[in-house]
């Protein structure tokens, strides 16, 4: 187990670095020029040699990309800004804040609003999911496969802002989401976010339902699930005990993809209900030009996303005893 | 070697009552191109003890008869018209909470493929000590020593380590045993077992057989052995049955099946069977055609398409009615060939190969 997890942890790194190149090869490869932006309408060539001085835009793009990354680990020397203590991502074009206090202040909105929306989807998803196989061709199975279908075909933009306008404005029953931190008051936080969940749960629930009764039904039809009902196992015992666990694997499998998904979601969620987490930040570093910003939010995004698919790996080992993880 | 008797009344005939008797069973599944008759009027008995050996094609019906027997189909789109009697317990007619405590307790199960039947998900001491948990209420040690016990029995090396390993680190053989033993953990009174060495090689299959005819010897379990193997029928049971498409085309003693075969299916099966004696020039005759579609069957015997011998019976009964088995008890079988016409052909057959 050690030696999967420095693999793939060491695998992650690569990736990162990966990314954070592509970003910044990307950001360089766009017209727009940030300097420039910042300049404003009348920019005299001084005013823009300066900008271009204090962003350290006037390097090779290597150097800037050797300081950029050397700050993640030692951390960096700003003329501007002073000393900027590791694990640094610099200063940010347009709003001069510390990117790394940014990105970690906005953190557990985007966290909470993912995991919320995930731990409602999944428990929900395979509910009904489980629930149609085991009354597979019943109305109650029919029912929940065409509602399912129809909550999949729904787009958050849409949706959400009916929710809110029947929910809160209308029918007064929850306040308007917002982000309340889970230290402070878990109960409100819970509240707070209670439709954002549920509203990424109509639309992402289906896929779950949809699969987990597939599986279920596919599990069922097993061979060693027959030996288990040939052995007398009661008919709940063998759907609950034996079929869910084979029919788990490809389940997490997706989950493990639609988390990305949904993390990446996050800016149309976010803008959605006007939550402030990475997603605004990352729409507002792409209007700006700011690179230090975009790069930073990538690479935490894509950290994020890294760490838990290691962990759905991991959840594999557990699952499916064949899995070696070596 | 006591000939069986085949009476249309269980405990009506002249031998010891049978254990499991199974009268004119049908079973029809309903599919998306039409009904399948996969068993069309079987009938047959199995004495106490003994060794019932069940050989056919792929689509004889062999397998779904005895999945019959557990009551183990789909109940929403399978038809099971007949009876079924173990001992004084009709099967077909019983209920879902019955047919679950007879299952892994009085009778038992063994499957052809043992590493997609057993669970992956479970080590093997718990699959094996659940059925013990679920039919005799034992403890969670109980049972682990009780599987620890079983393994032991059907000669697992190193039981007390290995019930806690997953199937899928066990050898092929080795994986065949642990179901065997997950099988007899209730001593069964009656074992099923569906083709158990197919997918075996055959000094493992050997070792199987062995070891089934040893449990029977000592504790008196009654087996139905499921095979397409011939030569596994003559080692092992005690009892034949040849079933083709979905009915009985010929049953007996091995002995006399094998050795005076009278049905013109038993004729091809053992004709087309590699024998070491025989000389390597002699080519092997199969039987030729192919088995019949179960949704569309012919009309009259199963088997007259291909046959050699319909033209020998007088009329055109083979195409129009189906053979019943006669004579009723001891060796029977489905065919309107006369006696001396069998004799014939089987000599002149025998004078063929010599």
């Given at each position: 187990m050690t030696s999967f997890l420095v693999r793939r942890i060491l695998g992650a790194i690569v990736i990162l670095i990966l990314i954070s190149l592509i970003t910044f090869y990307l950001f360089y490869a766009l017209p727009r020029d940030p300097a420039r932006a910042f300049c404003g309408k009348i920019c005299r060539p001084e005013t823009l040699t300066l900008i271009r001085h204090n962003l350290g835009m006037d390097e090779p793009l290597f150097v800037q990309y050797w300081h950029w990354l050397s700050g993640i680990f030692m951390g960096r020397e700003f003329t501007q800004f002073g000393a900027c203590p590791a694990p640094c991502l610099g200063y940010s074009f347009a709003t001069q804040e510390p990117v790394f206090s940014a990105i970690v202040d906005r953190f557990p909105v985007t966290l909470s609003l993912t995991l919320g929306a995930s731990v409602v989807i999944l428990s929900f998803g395979i509910l009904t999911g489980m629930l149609a196989a085991w009354k597979v061709g019943q109305p109650l199975d029919k029912i929940a496969s065409s509602t399912s279908v129809i909550g999949a075909s729904l787009q958050i933009y849409f949706v959400g802002p009916l929710v809110v306008f029947a929910v809160v404005d209308t029918l007064g029953l929850l306040p308007r989401p917002s982000y309340v931190p889970f230290t402070e008051d878990p109960l409100t936080w819970f509240v707070h976010l209670l439709i954002p969940w549920v509203v990424l749960s109509i639309i992402f629930t289906a896929n779950y339902t949809r699969m987990t009764r597939s599986q279920m039904l596919e599990q069922l039809a097993e061979d060693y699930v027959r030996t288990a009902r040939a052995k007398g196992m009661s008919g709940r015992s063998v759907f609950f005990r034996f079929a869910w666990r084979g029919a788990m694997i490809p389940i997490i499998t997706i989950f493990g993809v639609d988390l990305a998904t949904l993390l990446g979601g996050a800016i149309i969620t976010e803008q959605t209900f006007t939550l402030h987490g990475i997603g605004e930040l990352a729409v507002r570093a792409v209007q700006n030009t700011d690179l230090p910003m975009l790069l930073g939010v990538t690479v935490v995004g894509a950290a994020a996303i890294v760490f838990l698919n290691i962990v759905v790996d991991v959840l594999y080992a557990f699952i499916d005893p064949r899995v070696r993880l070596s | 070697?006591?000939?069986?008797?085949?009476?249309?009344?269980?405990?009506?005939?002249?031998?010891?009552?049978?254990?499991?008797?199974?009268?004119?069973?049908?079973?029809?599944?309903?599919?998306?191109?039409?009904?399948?008759?996969?068993?069309?009027?079987?009938?047959?008995?199995?004495?106490?003890?003994?060794?019932?050996?069940?050989?056919?094609?792929?689509?004889?019906?062999?397998?779904?008869?005895?999945?019959?027997?557990?009551?183990?189909?789909?109940?929403?789109?399978?038809?099971?018209?007949?009876?079924?009697?173990?001992?004084?317990?009709?099967?077909?007619?019983?209920?879902?909470?019955?047919?679950?405590?007879?299952?892994?307790?009085?009778?038992?199960?063994?499957f052809q493929d043992p590493l997609t039947s057993l669970s992956p998900f479970h080590t093997i001491g718990r699959q094996i000590g659940e059925v013990y948990r679920k039919h005799k209420g034992a403890s969670k040690k109980e049972a682990r020593d009780r599987a620890i016990e079983m393994l032991e029995r059907v000669g697992i090396p190193q039981p007390a380590t290995r019930v806690d390993h997953y199937p899928h680190e066990f050898s092929g053989g080795m994986r065949q045993r642990a179901m065997i033993a997950m099988a007899l953990v209730c001593d069964p009174d009656l074992l099923i077992a569906d083709e158990p060495t197919t997918a075996l090689d055959v000094t493992v299959q050997a070792q199987i057989l062995d070891l089934l005819k040893d449990l029977q010897q000592q504790f008196g379990t009654t087996i139905i052995l499921i095979t397409h193997d011939l030569g596994v029928v003559a080692n092992t049971a005690d009892n034949v049955l040849v079933m083709y498409a979905g009915r009985a085309a010929e049953r007996g003693t091995v002995r006399e099946v094998l050795s005076k075969p009278s049905h013109p299916y038993t004729w091809g099966l053992l004709s087309s069977m590699p024998r070491l004696t025989s000389s390597v020039d002699v080519p092997l005759v199969p039987v030729r055609g192919t088995p019949p579609s179960l949704l569309n069957r012919p009309a009259g015997c199963a088997f007259h398409p291909r046959c050699d011998f319909p033209q020998l019976v007088g009329s055109d009964l083979c195409f129009t009615q189906r053979p019943d088995i006669s004579p009723e008890n001891g060796h029977g079988d489905a065919c309107y060939l006369t006696l001396q016409q069998k004799r014939d052909i089987r000599t002149g057959d025998t004078k063929e190969q010599a």
């Open positions: - | 070697m006591t000939t069986v008797s085949w009476s249309s009344e269980p405990g009506t005939s002249r031998g010891p009552e049978p254990f499991l008797s199974v009268r004119d069973l049908s079973v029809r599944f309903s599919t998306e191109d039409g009904v399948v008759h996969a068993v069309d009027g079987l009938s047959f008995d199995v004495e106490k003890g003994t060794t019932l050996g069940i050989v056919g094609e792929s689509g004889s019906g062999k397998s779904v008869t005895n999945l019959t027997i557990l009551g183990l189909h789909d109940p929403a789109h399978t038809e099971v018209d007949g009876e079924i009697w173990l001992e004084d317990q009709e099967l077909v007619g019983a209920g879902a909470s019955t047919l679950e405590k007879l299952r892994g307790n009085r009778v038992a199960m063994i």
